[in-house]
């Protein structure tokens, strides 16, 4: 069923590329759009494994608005033309702004950066993709809007390309796609519409109720390529009164077990509500800079050179924070409820902090930073990474048994195991990456093939990832395999019916559209 399907090599015949820039060029201004080196350079993923001119795209074109798009994407479909949306393109570790396949054009969204609206009473923003985390941090901070956003790791990156993705937070809002309300979508025939209760014109709960009528499609356009989302509704949290910090470092890395299953039950009911993440040793080193200022050999640290690492740092074999969003009386109660679960269950004490206005670092609100995309230098530069990122049960012991594998195989691969498990309501976001040095390449193929077993060994266990890399988009869809991909054949009945051409982003999730599937046959 497999064969052949990942060809990804339908060339644009170059005089009708010439004529789609032509075209691109009256719809968006020639200054928008970029063909030959300059769009071959500009998308490439900088911190992949792979040599990025092997999947680089023919073109790139930048609309500034929803009509922009829609006439791209007529011109697009009448020319066969696949176009890879991006938002940003800051997804690192998961391809960056790079495509699936060469031999697409990139429709770059970032010239629209507009925040629509933003409901300051009913809790929510509308942002077209282009906006960044920075930017609706400083339309919040700056017009003091009291309502608080929730951001990944670093905040470069597109709130509405981040969502789409599925990326995590650590606000109670961290969860950030079952934040999303209502979305406007350009399809593959380049018409237009609006999801939930945006279906009705001249609603007035387009961006408070998510379902609408029939079938709920927000979720739909995640992780998917059925569509362009040209806008997005997004809830806010009200800015709370206080934030309340519990700080543990774990010094016996075993205790890893015993912290998760008493986290489970304060996530259950709601005791905890932001989603506390358990960084491992690497994790808090790599913020300090290169690992040859700790160690200057090759393959993985050595445990006890790890260890006098950790310990001259003061960090733990785990480091993490609860951290109470709201009132100070609740904050206070639930502080004592989580203190009172931890006690004797594992060998540490909690460091408290609190956050009663003023100063938003230090508080649990995000605030602009790059600082974390420089862990990517731990073994030199230039670095790159890749990340591989399970889900696991909300279970001690199914962390550990996912903690001590995949562990290994790094280990056994030559490299240190980076990681750490986000806590949602009912599972854990197993984040690990692998951090190696692209002038290396016995390191990058170390790490491409690292990422193949992960998924093997992964899926034999029962664990799917809960997103990847661009470069391994076929290889997790694969992964997903009940009654012979069920799944699988169902989202690519969905593309044929939507766009059978693939005229938007072919092949990504590993979903092929008919004219890719029957080129590969
Ligand atoms: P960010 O800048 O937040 O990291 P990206 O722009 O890199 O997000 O987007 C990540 C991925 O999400 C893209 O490669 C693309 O597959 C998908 N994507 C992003 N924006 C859109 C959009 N507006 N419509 C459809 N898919 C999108």
Redesign the pocket.
């Known amino acids: 069923d497999d064969a052949g399907r990942r060809t990804g090599m339908i060339p644009i015949p170059p005089e009708t590329l010439a004529r789609a820039l032509a075209e691109f060029a009256r719809i968006v201004g020639a200054d928008n759009v970029w063909s030959g080196d300059t769009a071959r350079t500009s998308y490439a993923d900088a911190m992949a494994p792979r040599d990025p001119a092997s999947y680089a795209p023919d073109a790139a074109v930048a609309p500034a608005s929803t009509d922009e798009v829609q006439a791209i994407v007529r011109v697009a479909a009448e020319l066969g033309v696949p176009l890879?949306?991006?938002?940003?393109?800051?997804?690192?570790g998961?391809?960056?702004?790079?495509?699936?396949i060469p031999n697409v054009v990139m429709?770059d969204?970032?010239r629209m950066n507009r925040i629509l609206e933003c409901n300051v009473e009913m809790g929510y923003v509308v942002v077209e993709?282009g906006v960044?985390?920075d930017d609706l941090y400083h339309y919040l901070v700056d017009n003091d809007i009291p309502l608080w956003m929730s951001a990944?790791a670093h905040t470069?990156?597109?709130?509405?390309?981040?969502?789409?993705?599925r990326?995590v937070g650590y606000t109670p809002y961290g969860e950030h796609a079952s934040k999303v309300c209502g979305m406007e979508?350009v399809t593959a025939d380049g018409s237009l519409l609006r999801t939930g209760m945006g279906a009705m014109a001249g609603s007035q709960t387009w961006h408070g109720f998510p379902y609408g009528y029939g079938p709920s499609w927000d979720p739909a356009?995640m992780?998917?390529?059925f569509?362009?989302?040209?806008r997005?509704g997004l809830w806010l949290m009200p800015r709370p009164a206080q934030t309340l910090n519990l700080a543990m470092k774990l010094d016996r890395v075993e205790d890893l077990s015993p912290a998760i299953d008493v986290l489970r039950p304060l996530k259950l009911d709601g005791t905890v509500q932001a989603n506390p993440s358990l960084g491992n040793v690497i994790r808090s080193l790599a913020t300090r800079g290169p690992r040859s200022a700790l160690w200057q050999g090759s393959g993985p640290m050595p445990a006890d050179v790890l260890d006098a690492a950790r310990q001259q740092a003061g960090v733990g074999h785990w480091n993490f924070g609860i951290r109470l969003f709201g009132d100070p009386d609740v904050n206070a109660i639930n502080a004592r409820k989580v203190r009172a679960a931890f006690a004797g269950k594992v060998q540490a004490e909690f460091e408290e902090s609190e956050w009663t206005g003023g100063d938003l670092r230090g508080s649990g609100h995000p605030t602009p930073t790059l600082a974390a995309l420089g862990v990517v230098d731990w073994l030199g530069g230039p670095g790159g990474h890749l990340t591989f990122s399970p889900v696991s049960a909300f279970s001690g012991a199914e962390a550990w048994k996912q903690y001590t594998l995949v562990r290994g195989m790094y280990e056994e691969a030559g490299f240190d195991y980076y990681g750490g498990f986000t806590a949602g309501q009912r599972y854990l976001n197993h984040i690990t990456m692998i951090l190696f040095n692209r002038n290396d390449q016995d390191m990058c193929d170390r790490a491409n093939s690292l990422f193949t077993r992960l998924i093997e060994v992964g899926a034999q266990n029962g664990w799917g990832e809960y997103r990847t890399h661009?470069l391994f988009y076929d290889e997790v869809a694969r992964s997903y395999d009940y009654n012979n991909g069920a799944m699988r054949r169902w989202n690519e009945r969905v593309k044929d019916a939507v766009d059978p051409q693939g005229i938007?982003?072919p092949g990504?999730m590993g979903i092929w559209p008919r004219r890719y599937r029957e080129a590969g046959e």
């Open positions: 890879w949306p991006i938002s940003r393109g800051k997804n690192f998961y391809g960056g702004a790079a495509p699936h429709l969204m970032v993709p960044s985390f990944p470069w990156g597109s709130v509405l390309g981040n969502a789409l993705e990326g979508v356009f992780q998917s390529n569509g362009v989302v040209t997005m661009t938007i982003a990504k």
